[in-house]
């Protein structure tokens, strides 16, 4: 039986947690860029954009990222559509986090007086320009501690793809433990590496929230 030390343990799970950073920044940046399009759509209201965009954001809150990850990996591939791990736990993680950063930004846009609307349609503004120079602006400096907080969420989230096969963090630490008859020890390791990822993020989002107060 081969024998592993702490660091060989440690080495494989770095390894594996570069994984963990890239799928959350994907997970994030891809959900920053649709959920701020569902945003403006929800805002407009055209169409019943605003009751589609709303559908949308409960159907993914209101359901298990697990179920999410299993529809899109297993169920695309019994259609016919066979897919990665990697691309379906990336599609996965960019729809929830889109529903939740629309919901958190929705409510950041809300925060902002409605005089604002009225004044700068009273200057004859269309609605992009209204939104992209006088309420964006405003709300930005609301959304960024919320918005950093919830990357915390979506790394988090990522350990749910080792379900689906996809080797983050989680799941190479279920490998090691296996191969190495050290369990307590191996996920010791994953918990402490989680931290160390998640509490500097959570410590921004704190200080970024004094600061704007």
């Known amino acids: 039986m081969v024998e592993f030390t702490l660091w060989d343990i440690l080495r494989n799970l770095l390894l594996a947690a570069r994984w963990t950073l890239v799928l959350s920044l994907v997970a994030f940046v891809g959900g920053s860029v649709v959920g701020l399009g569902l945003l403006v759509l929800r805002l407009t209201g055209r169409y019943g954009a605003d009751r589609l965009v709303a559908a949308y954001v409960q159907l993914f809150q209101g ?65 992009g320009q209204q939104f992209r120079y006088v309420i964006l602006p405003q709300a930005r400096r609301i959304a960024i501690a919320p918005t950093v907080g919830f990357l915390v969420q979506v790394v988090k989230a990522t350990a749910l793809a080792s379900v689906i096969g996809f080797v983050e963090l989680t799941k190479a630490g279920g490998l090691i433990a296996n191969v190495s008859y050290e369990p307590l020890l191996t996920y010791g390791c994953v918990a402490l590496l989680y931290f160390a990822i998640c509490f500097p993020i959570s410590q921004v989002a704190r200080l970024l929230e004094r600061t704007q107060r």
């Open 63 to 127: 359901t298990p990222l697990l179920m999410q990850l299993f529809l899109l990996y297993f169920g695309l591939a019994l259609a016919g559509l066979n897919t990665s791990a990697w691309i379906a736990a990336a599609v996965a993680l960019t729809l929830y986090a889109s529903a939740y950063l629309t919901e958190i930004w929705r409510g950041c846009v809300a925060a902002i007086p409605r005089g604002q609307w009225e004044a700068s349609a009273s200057l004859a503004l269309s609605f």
